[in-house]
């Protein structure tokens, strides 16, 4: 595996950036083309517009309504087109390309924003932050009612554009969140329409946070800067789990990197923004627990975290949003299509029941996240953060350690958890930049095509026989078999890490041909002993 940055033997189009950046592109381009198409089978219904605000979509009428199978289509080929161009961009930075951050960036920005004038794809979730703001609005508690209690009682203009299949689930967002939405319905007031432009925006701002950050981080090293550039806000699959869809992971992961920022000046405000991050979701708390590890051996500066965190994260949730808490624990009950546990909860709920089942794939879930962040742990390189003290080991900087074991625990997460997303995988991708070129580049790719392809279409309305039929394919079969190849892949690249690590102290291992011989050799020895002994040879 190539870990330098080598200038490139000659450019073809599997190491192009123009081509990669231009693939990137042209995903681009055909998610905003389906969406300003307006409502169909993947672009959401927000209701009448009102104001001159995002997101935009051809006027009703103007021109037939495309089939599922056009808009589903067209927006397959964008996920694959996208994860292509990434793969060829990735390996064209491997190859020696240095292209110019604050270009690789605004590109990024551009792709973004574009992607923010349309209304939101197959992902009907961005309407239920809207539903969770609104019931705020009227007074009552997203944790103890849901939306659908509401607008099967009363008529209500912004509850009633909510979509199944979490119409009767209550808010599992941690209090922060719950604020977003809440004020996301204050500037858009009874219109569906535009407290979706306020959530979209919502989702974007913390992402671009997020890469800002990133990019910072990689500072004086202009190879890793582009590739942080690239690898978040230029990220098709990210603009696409994320932008496209309204997803809030943003936020979690902007106030986590944010903390891991300031860790070599200040203690407790890097504890403050990892207590702010968990107060958006629970999930994050893989990057506390990173943290700590980066201050195991300067106790004072660990007091000092432990303390911002409990302030901050106590307060809003203690003091704040006390049911919230609970709340967010209901993920833990939930399996995801296209995660490799899908297939294996289809077999155990026919004997047994649903928490039983849960509950067993659990436990294999939370051994597996510490096998695979301890396989990682012995194969991934450290890669020393910018600012690391002249003279200090990469272990021993508290920054460094902190990048490498959040990489480490939330791949582990991410790739046995019973419920994942493509929207998830932002927190893997910000520390999976700063580490430089590996394998887990290209696992994450796919993983997260595969994961995104399974969503497409994802909202809850009936669709034809052939679609569904195929859509049940992708995320029963296809990414379930991904998912399991990511671990296989992982599992082999630790093991021939062990190979070569004991090689390097015993010798070279021997070979099958060596081994077999060996083998033959020693059936031999045995029938000339017995033979010697006067036994009959065996056979």
Known sequence: MRTSWLPPAGLTWRNSPRVGLGLILLATVLTVAIGALGPSAVTLTLGP????????????GLIPVPGEWVVSGVLFAAVIIGGVGLSI??????????????????????????????PPLTSADVLMYAAYGRLQALGMNPYDITPAAVFRSQFDPVLRWTERPWQDTPSVYGPIMT???????????????DIVFWLQLSAFVPFLVTSAVVVW??????QLKGRAALLTIANPLLIWAITAGAHNEGWSVMFAMLGIMLMRRTSVGAGVMIGLAGACKLSIGLYGVAMVWGYRRQPRKLAGLVAGTALSMGLLYGLFAPGALFAALRNTAYVSVGS??????????????????TGVLNLFSVAGTAIVAWMLSRVLPWHPIAGTPEGVAPDRDPITVAVRTALLLSVGWLTTSLYTLSWYDLIAWAPLVLIGPSWLDGLFIWRGVFLSLSYIPG???????SLSAVAARIRDTFSPAVQWAVLAVIAWWWHQDALRRRADRTGPAPTLRERWCGALATVGSYRDALV???RPPLG
């Open 340 to 357: 490799w546990a899908q297939p294996f909860y289809t077999v155990l709920t026919y004997y047994l029941t649903v928490p039983a089942a």
């Open 49 to 60: 517009r009102t104001s001159l605000l995002p997101p935009y979509y051809l006027p009703s």
């Open 179 to 193: 604020w977003v939405q809440l004020l996301a319905n204050r500037f858009g007031g009874v219109n569906m329409h």
């Open 217 to 222: 981080l990689a500072h004086g090293d202009e």
């Open 532 to 534: 010697h002994r006067g």
């Open 89 to 118: 961009a990735v390996r064209a930075l491997r190859d020696g390309w240095t292209p110019k951050v604050w270009r690789v960036f605004t590109f990024g920005v551009v792709l973004n924003l574009a992607t923010l004038t349309v």
């Open 459 to 465: 909202r809850g309305l009936d669709y034809g026989e």
